[in-house]
T-cell receptor
């Protein structure tokens, strides 16, 4: 069965420091990979995605993630965080159209990023 | 362009009651999925609707049912509410096999 593991439940970091949020997945088939961000009392916002092509994907607000097929990982990084990046971050996989599983997202448990001044 | 909209935003129900949550997908999307997010947890897939039929279902009891209308909007119904049904219910819409899903703001359901 497919699963997603986010290795850190909480990541405290100081403003302007770099950060890495780790995500590993388990799947015997090719997957699509996503990072979503959730601010308090809000829904999920898509941060970035890997569907195919370049294994390094970037968001408009400075986050990037690299798909590593051999290590089945999709870690999220940012070289310098801001107070406004404080939120819950979720890694998710989607099996695409395989086995009629299209559209079903499997989420990790989330990582709470807390940026301190 | 309106994104995914859900109603109501908050709801308080008594144990044993029934509840209906509503979702309008993003313009151009034809597939709607529902997720349950318990406090401190990641979202869990409930089911997905496409062409007015349930296409996939997660590990949820039959008390959870849904419907999709010809305009692609959807409802989630939960019967015989339990305290453990208290959660944020998220609706996501996508196009066909849903390689990319967009989420609404959610409905916060509290069962007392």
């Amino acid at each position: 069965a497919q699963s997603v593991t986010q290795l850190d439940s909480q990541v405290p970091v100081f403003e302007e420091a770099p950060v890495e949020l780790r995500c590993n997945y388990s799947s015997s088939v090719s997957v699509y990979l996503f990072w979503y961000v959730q601010y308090p009392n809000q829904g999920l916002q898509l941060l970035l995605k890997y569907l195919s092509g370049s294994t390094l994907v970037e968001s408009i607000n400075g986050f990037e993630a690299e798909f590593n097929k051999s290590q089945t990982s999709f870690h999220l990084r940012k070289p310098s965080v801001h107070i406004s990046d404080t939120a819950e971050y979720f890694c998710a996989v989607n099996l695409g159209g395989q086995d009629n599983q299209g559209g079903k997202l499997i989420f990790g448990q989330g990582t709470e990023l807390s940026v301190k001044p | 362009d309106a994104g995914v909209t859900q109603s109501p935003t908050h709801l308080i129900k008594t144990r044993g009651q029934q509840v209906t949550l509503r979702c309008s997908p993003k313009s151009g999307h034809d597939t709607v999925s529902w997720y349950q997010q318990a406090l401190g947890q990641g979202p869990q897939f409930i089911f997905q609707y496409y062409e007015e039929e349930e296409r996939q279902r997660g590990n949820f009891p039959d008390r959870f049912s849904g419907h999709q209308f010809p305009n692609y909007s959807s409802e989630l119904n939960v019967n015989a509410l339990l305290l453990g049904d208290s959660a944020l219910y998220l609706c996501a819409s996508s196009w066909r096999d849903g390689a990319e899903a967009f989420f609404g703001q959610g409905t916060r359901l509290t069962v007392v």
